[in-house]
């Protein structure tokens, strides 16, 4: 991905963002695990709960974004955490647990990516993945309209494929069922509360407009949010406190061999 991730802005709706992560960590279910991989930990939120859960774990946080390790190595001084990148990466030991929470939708090919996945699993061993499946909602088809604008679709157009479409559950069985003894598939739709239209610009500034600000001068990125705003109103009306709720679709996949 080409977009400079910023910690601050990401960690803006860290309890939101987190709470997809806490709800994958609660189905799995491997009990003794030692070593544990959180592949594309981010800043470390996801990091902390897998210490929570597996305190005499040998951890591993690994980003391909130096400013979300910088951030991750801040937060948990004791951990230890690897630059990397993701699509070529592959550990020295088999793991108990792959974790990877909110990242694999930037990576291509998942027909190979996840089962090259299982095989860094012990036998045993989980594989656990959370992804936005969200690229049919409004707030990214309003992020596709507004990057056909004229003054800068030529320099956009790169950006609709940074994110990979995300496949169907029975897709995502048939993928992983030569390669694991049990799988655990489902789909959550979070409700979010938001402050007006711009809680939903903000929160996304922080992942999905990424691809396409990066792209534009800061004259041009007002420009760009400011067609992306009036997009959003038809889709997510505000409330009479001022709330809009942001309807938050994710795929779940817990995958053991």
């Known amino acids: 991905m080409s977009a400079t991730w910023s910690p601050s802005q990401y960690l803006k709706f860290e309890d939101h963002r987190t709470r997809p992560a806490m709800d994958l960590l609660a189905r799995v279910t491997v009990a003794d695990a030692t070593r544990i991989t959180d592949i ?21 946080g690994m980003d391909a974004a130096p400013k979300m390790i910088e951030a991750a190595r801040k937060r948990l001084a004791s951990c230890r955490f690897e630059l990397a990148d993701i699509a070529s990466w592959k550990p020295a030991v088999s793991q108990d647990l792959l974790f990877a929470n909110a990242v694999l939708q930037w990576l291509p090919d998942h027909e190979t990516l996840l089962p090259t ?39 956009l157009r790169a950006a609709d494929s940074e994110r990979t479409t995300i496949l169907s559950a029975s897709d995502y069985w048939s ?18 509360p938001l402050t007006a239209l ?34 959003l109103a038809d889709s997510y009306p505000v409330m009479p406190d001022g709330t809009v709720l942001l309807p938050f679709p994710r795929l779940f996949i817990v995958a053991s061999r």
């Open 117 to 155: 996945l299982m095989t860094f699993l012990r036998d045993g061993g989980t594989l656990a993945v959370q992804m936005p499946d969200n690229l049919n909602e409004p707030t990214h088809v309003g992020m596709r309209t507004a990057a056909a604008d004229g003054r800068w679709v030529d320099r």
């Open 175 to 192: 993928i992983l069922k030569p390669h694991a003894a049990k799988i655990d598939i489902w789909r959550t739709t979070y409700n979010h």
């Open 40 to 60: 594309g930990c981010g800043p470390g939120n996801s990091t902390e709960l897998l210490i929570e859960r597996f305190p005499q774990a040998d951890i591993l």
């Open 198 to 231: 711009d809680g939903i610009v903000d929160w996304f500034k922080g992942s999905g407009l990424l691809p396409y600000l990066s792209r534009l001068s800061v004259e041009e990125q007002a420009e760009y949010l400011g067609i992306y705003k009036g997009l």
